[in-house]
């Protein structure tokens, strides 16, 4: 039976130039780039050259940019880093309560240290709410983070927008974008959007898993967040990864090549995916149609199926889907972005993320459809037994 992968805002796989590049790295030119002689100097070369790619993605600069373990670390730096330089001059955060637990539970720990955090509504899409952001920023807010994509129903909130009201209202507050399902499906370009601080992590954009950047804007101070042997421009220290570095550079260049081209395929498949489950009895779809979300997240809650249940029955099938975000997979606790949009317990219990690379094909849909009208009927009727 072939696996169909339609969990692709977990994980993805790794692009074959990502996978060769790596094993080069590892196999030929594995030298520390700390040390001084030639092996190291040519493992530092993979350093310079991902730096360089990246930065082009972004419209950035080089030095601009920081590599890190992935998404989660960069979430975690770019928030308590900006808020401990920024401490003297205010306590007041603001974000969404719809981001993701690298975000939120960040947030929790910074409200322990006695900052005080604002969590803006969102709407019934799952877009923050710009008149309560609005509201919520003072002149004592000293850091806004707000996620560009939802990774759990694709809403999109740009960070233009955001950047505005900041400017209009805290002009001196530092504006952090987790990055993380936005990068590689769209051109971002920090400058125009006056985004401080931006977080990607690698494994999103068929990369390898263990490796992320943080961007900070040049004038822009954070504290450092590993201490050691001075990497990095003394801010991450710690010995490069550059079998990763070497991968999220070509998983970067690869990606943004092919932008438009992947954008397009991947929202024919969105759109094709929404009709026809649209077509089936006692479905609900969050977020909004076409462009006006991401490209590659469809959520759809099975009223009277539970999320777990539904999964392993698509599991049988070869059918790889999400019952809410990769990283709290493990916990009890409901998807806190459609509890958020205000979604009623019987959503909230029934919701499956299918999430798409530039892979997938509208015959796996067609696959996909055939499992769900074999599936539900079974399943809700033993639900009601």
């Given amino acids: 039976m072939k696996r169909i992968y339609f969990d692709n805002s977990a994980t993805t796989s790794v692009y074959p130039e990502v996978?060769?590049?790596?094993?080069?790295?590892?196999?030929?030119?594995?030298?520390?780039?700390?040390?001084?002689?030639?092996?190291?100097?040519?493992?530092?070369?993979?350093?310079?050259?991902?730096?360089?790619?990246?930065?082009?993605?972004?419209?950035?600069?080089?030095?601009?940019?920081?590599?890190?373990?992935?998404?989660?670390?960069?979430?975690?730096?770019?928030?308590?880093?900006?808020?401990?330089?920024?401490?003297?001059?205010?306590?007041?955060?603001?974000?969404?309560?719809?981001?993701?637990?690298?975000?939120?539970?960040t947030m929790k720990y910074l409200e322990e240290q006695g900052f005080s955090v604002t969590y803006v509504g969102v709407d019934r899409n799952g877009m923050i709410d710009m008149e309560a952001l609005r509201e919520a920023l003072t002149p004592d807010t000293i850091l806004v983070s707000v996620m560009y994509v939802n990774n759990e129903v694709g809403a999109v909130n740009p960070p233009s927008g955001i950047r505005k009201l900041i400017d209009q209202n805290c002009p001196n507050a530092l504006f952090h974008v987790d990055a993380v399902q936005a990068y590689g499906k769209y051109d971002i370009h920090v400058g125009r959007d006056g985004i401080d601080l931006l977080s990607v992590s690698g494994h999103k954009i068929h990369g390898p898993k263990g490796i992320g950047f943080l961007y900070k804007k040049e004038n822009v101070r954070i504290l450092p967040y590993i201490r050691g042997g001075g990497q990095q421009d003394g801010m991450r220290s710690g010995t490069d990864n550059v079998p990763g570095i070497a991968g999220i550079g070509k998983a970067a260049e690869l990606s943004y090549l092919r932008l438009d081209r992947n954008r397009k395929h991947l929202y024919e498949i969105k759109e094709y995916l929404r009709e026809q489950l649209e077509s089936l009895e006692g479905v609900v779809l969050h977020g909004l149609p076409g462009e006006q979300s991401a490209p590659h997240i469809v959520n759809a809650s099975f009223t009277g199926v539970g999320s777990e249940v539904l999964l392993h029955a698509l599991e049988d099938y070869g059918i790889c889907v999400s019952a809410g975000s990769a990283c709290s997979t493990h916990k009890k606790t409901k998807s806190p972005t459609l509890t958020a949009m205000g979604c009623p317990q019987e959503e909230l219990d029934s919701m499956i993320r299918f999430s798409f690379c530039e892979e997938n094909t509208s015959e796996e849909i067609d696959i996909l459809m055939d499992a769900l009208k074999k599936l539900l009927p079974v399943l809700r009727r033993y639900r009601a037994h």
């Fill in 19 to 105: 996978r060769e590049i790596m094993m080069r790295t590892m196999t030929e030119d594995f030298g520390n780039p700390s040390s001084m002689h030639m092996a190291g100097v040519e493992a530092e070369k993979y350093l310079k050259d991902a730096k360089k790619v990246i930065a082009k993605t972004l419209h950035a600069k080089e030095k601009e940019i920081f590599f890190t373990s992935g998404g989660t670390e960069s979430n975690n730096w770019a928030l308590i880093g900006a808020a401990g330089a920024m401490k003297r001059s205010g306590n007041h955060i603001v974000t969404s309560a719809a981001e993701h637990p690298s975000v939120s539970e």
